[in-house]
């Protein structure tokens, strides 16, 4: 059963645009978010998270939104650049433990 | 520094082989993971460590053993392993602050390629 699901396992952006990549979950016991970005045979870098608590946090050109009524969260990547080229994964943590569940992942394809 | 290190990158082995994954991290974070990865999947939890403890073993096949020697270290022992066990092996570590109100953040290593022959 998968918890954090990444329902476009694609996208593809022009360079300088706005990527908008989505994320949604079934667990409310989730507290703690955060997305990560692998290019291949390297392992997930972290990239931003955001807890419950709040709705948006931002760090350079990252984005993250959180709806907890929704039960989705969104990364947005403004402006899209050619090496942000990469798979990103969504993943949760639930307020009981240290357990991360990951989404599927969205392969990112910014064109320049 | 957020650096976990995983040794070796790459490993082949056979079925009847016995190998080990190696993992260090000194961020002085007290939880410790391992996840597999197939190709266009997530990672998949495996076993977490809490204080050196196995607080969390994902109903892994016995023929992949973990060990926490101490607060830096994590290991995965392989043995008897089967093809369909070729994936990336993924260490990571966190702090562990468990129950928490907040939350906080997975480091992962680059990973250990296993090809399983």
């Known amino acids: 059963d998968q918890q954090v699901k990444q329902n476009s396992p694609s996208l593809s952006v022009q360079e300088g645009r706005i990527s908008i990549l989505n994320c949604d979950y079934t667990?409310?016991?989730?507290?703690?978010f955060l997305w990560y970005k692998k290019y291949p045979a390297e392992g997930p870098t972290f990239l931003i998270s955001?807890?419950?608590?709040?709705d948006k946090n931002e760090d350079g050109r990252f984005t993250v939104f959180l709806n907890k009524s929704a039960k989705h969260l969104s990364l947005h990547i403004v402006p899209s650049q050619p090496g942000d080229s990469a798979v990103y994964f969504c993943?949760?943590?639930?307020?009981?433990?240290?357990?991360?569940?990951f989404g599927t992942g969205t392969s990112l394809t910014v064109i320049p | 520094d957020t650096e976990v290190t995983q040794t070796p990158k790459h490993l082949v082995m056979g079925m009847t082989n016995k190998k080990s994954l190696k993992c260090e991290q000194h961020?002085?974070?007290?939880?410790m993971y391992w996840y597999k990865q197939k190709a266009k999947k997530p990672p998949e939890l495996m076993f977490v460590?809490?204080?050196?403890?196995?607080?969390i073993n994902e109903s892994v096949p016995s023929r992949f053993s973990p060990e926490c020697p101490n607060s830096s270290l994590l290991n995965l022992h392989l043995h008897a392993l089967q093809p369909e066990d070729s994936a990336l092996y993924l260490c990571?570590?966190?702090?562990?602050?468990?129950?928490?109100?907040?939350?906080?953040?997975?480091?992962f290593g680059e990973g250990s390629w296993l090809t399983v022959v």
């Open positions: 990571a570590s966190s702090q562990s602050k468990w129950p928490s109100t907040g939350g906080n953040t997975i480091y």
């Open positions: 460590y809490s204080y050196e403890k196995l607080s």
């Open positions: 993943a949760a943590r639930p307020n009981t433990g240290n357990q991360f569940y």
């Open positions: 955001i807890s419950s608590i709040k």
């Open positions: 667990n409310s016991m989730f507290d703690y």
């Open positions: 961020m002085g974070h007290r939880a």
